[in-house]
Every structure is written in structure tokens, then in C-alpha cells.
């Protein structure tokens, strides 16, 4: 059977893309018939050549670069005429395993990734949060990065995941990707969700994660109290773009949204309470839960507030900058407040859940629900946060009234 193949090197850019290197991707293509793998190098676009799927530069970099390229297609096409000499089944998937050094029939890792995440996207909005599935494609990436680093692989056969591999991958996420422990742990853990699914199934004789032992730790939920907010609300910024972010993120200190929550606020959250008054009812888009929050006053001024403003036309109420330049803001804007914390937006939700609400005596029951928690778990850590200020702040009333007694004592 006659077949047509051809291989080709492209640049693979993402929306994102500001101007840096890009990754260098082999396009194989039968009958047709695509399949894309990473080389695992990059290029700068001004000296990558579209037409020639080799780099255009002078250097001894783009000369090295263009030989392993060279190299690469080499491989592709030994392993398409190794198949065509063998008389074997000749498709994309054994064209592929057979570059990669795969057994053709085997399943790998990214395998069982794909499909664990082929359906939990199928049950987004039901069963799982869209959060929950940014978390696996986040976790899928890392797996390749590792595997291509550590292995010099694509991928990396299923029965290969073993305790080294565990441990190996664990180092990874906590040096080069340079993570804190709880999020290493995190990672390990959702990772080891997918093997024991696959060992469950039976694509596995053993399960390796059986002995993981990964512990997370207690971490400090920081907040502003009630001077930090006022400093923040009375401070006057030459800069109109300073002022806008002080404003959403005052908004969010007064509301409890989560940054995306708040980037997605739109007219038709505002609906009226069961008390008459304005609310807002969303789901929020991490957890996929409901929340209503009842609108304070602070935060009813600031939607007047920019009722007109350009960046609200249509349903948008607030003019919400990136996540990215959001933090960076606000890092101006605390060091120009004299506010010794670095300020995200996450501090202004963990300031709705402290100094706005459990410290003004709102029960945690109704501060778990407008957050929007599936656990009140989750809202009991603001609580010790809350006794522990409440501690502080008795231990200096019990030595003013300690001092009181002593001097009504040396007076009598």
C-alpha cells in the first residue's frame, strides 16, 4: 500500500506569547493523517526559518541546533522504514512509539493522564470544578517535562513508574520547578490518584504510591487588619491605574471573591436578596459551588463607582487587570501604604474572611457559604487565625487592666 509521509519542524506558540523563545515541535504527517511531538529545543522566532524548519542564524548555537534537528528527522524516517521493512502496521501511533522507542501496543503514563482527564472534562460542571480539571492538565505537563528531562523520552511506559520514579519526580517539582512543599505534595498526591485508578483496573501489578508518605504543612493565612484597610481605603494615588486596582481589591476585601470570580463579575450577579437588599449569587468557578453574598456598603460604592467607566461596557461591573499585573500592583501599593505584606489578591479574601467578617461576629457557618467552601474545614483555619489575633489582642487588655489594679493598689 502506497503511503504519503512527511516530517516537519515548526515554532509552537502559545496565545500568551511575548517575543521569547518557542518550542520547536516534528509534525508527522501520514495520509493525512497528523501527529505532533516535542524536540524538547526551542528557537527565538526572528531566526527560525518557516519554510526550511531549521533556524536561520549564524551562530555556533543555530549550527548545533540544526544538526540535532537534522538528527531528529533522521530518526523519524529510520523508524518509518524500519516498520515498511518489517512488513509492520504502518500508522501515525507506530510511527510515533516506534521514534520514541515505545512498544507500540504499550500504554504509558501520559496514557492514563489523558484519559483520566478525557473524563473528568466530560463531567466538568457536574462532577468536578473547572479548577479541579486545570489542576491535571497543570500535573500532565509536568509529568512530560519530567519524563523528557529525566528520561530524554516523550513518554514513559506505565509499568516504569516505580518508587525512583516517585521520588525522582517529587525533586523535580520541588527544585527545578522550584515549588513549595504543599503543592510538591499535591502534585505527588493527584498523580498517585491516577495510578491507583490504573492499579484498580488492573493495567498495573503493583502501585508504588502505597508507601507515600508526603505531608503538608500548616501554612499562615495572612491578612490586613483593620488599620492596614483603612490606610489602603484613605490613600489618595496620583496614578489613575493604582487607583483602579485599590479600588477591585478593596472590593474583593469587602466581598470575598477570588480574583477569578471577581475578573468574571457580571450584571446579571446582582440580584435581590431574601432581605430586599443587593446581593451577589454566583457559582464560584474553583469548586464549582454556590455562594451569596450580601453587597456591604464599601463595596456597593465602588460598583457605582465605575458604573462608567470604558472598561464596563456591557455586563462587566469592574475593570479587572491580569492576575499578574494585579499582584504587581498592589505590591506598589503596599510599599506606597507604608503595609509591611506582600498584598495579592488572595489576601483580600482572606481579609473578608477575618477582619471583615469573623472578627465583626458573623457566625463561620455564614462566612463558610459566602466563600463558597465545600468544607467548613477550610473556614476553620480563618477561625484559629481569628484566636489567635483575639489572644493577642485579650493579653494586651489583661496587662492594661493588670496595670490598673496596681495602681490602685500603690495609690491606696
Known sequence: MKTNF???FYLKRQKNYEGDVAPIYIRLTLNGKRAEISTARSCHPSLWNSFSGRSSGKKEESTTLNFQLDQLQRKVYDAYKSLLNANEEISIA?????????????LSILDV??????????????????????RFLVLRKHVQEFIQRKYKLEDLDLKKVDQKFISDFDFYIRSVKKCSNNYTVKVLKSVGKIIDISHHNKLIENNPFIGYKGKTKKT?????????????TEKEFSSERLGTVRDVFLFCCYTGLAYTDVKNLRKNHINKGIDGEQWIVKVRQKTNTRSAIPILPQAQILLDKYADHPMCDGNMLLPVHSNQKMNEYLHEISAICGINKKLTTHIARHTFATTVTLLNGVPIESVSQMLGH???????????????????????????????????????
Open 6 to 8: 512527511s516530517v516537519l
Open 374 to 412: 465545600t468544607n467548613i474545614r477550610t473556614t476553620q483555619q480563618y477561625a484559629k487565625v481569628v484566636d489567635i489575633k483575639v489572644g493577642a489582642d485579650m493579653a494586651r487588655l489583661r496587662e492594661k487592666l493588670s496595670q490598673k489594679l496596681n495602681n490602685k493598689k500603690s495609690d491606696g
Open 220 to 232: 499562615d493565612r495572612f491578612f490586613m487588619d483593620e488599620d492596614e484597610l483603612q490606610k489602603i
Open 94 to 106: 507506530s510511527i510515533k512509539a516506534k521514534f520514541q522507542g515505545k512498544e507500540i501496543n504499550m
Open 113 to 134: 493522564i489523558d484519559e483520566h482527564n478525557d473524563e473528568m472534562r466530560s463531567l466538568v460542571g457536574k462532577d468536578y470544578a473547572p479548577g479541579t480539571l486545570k
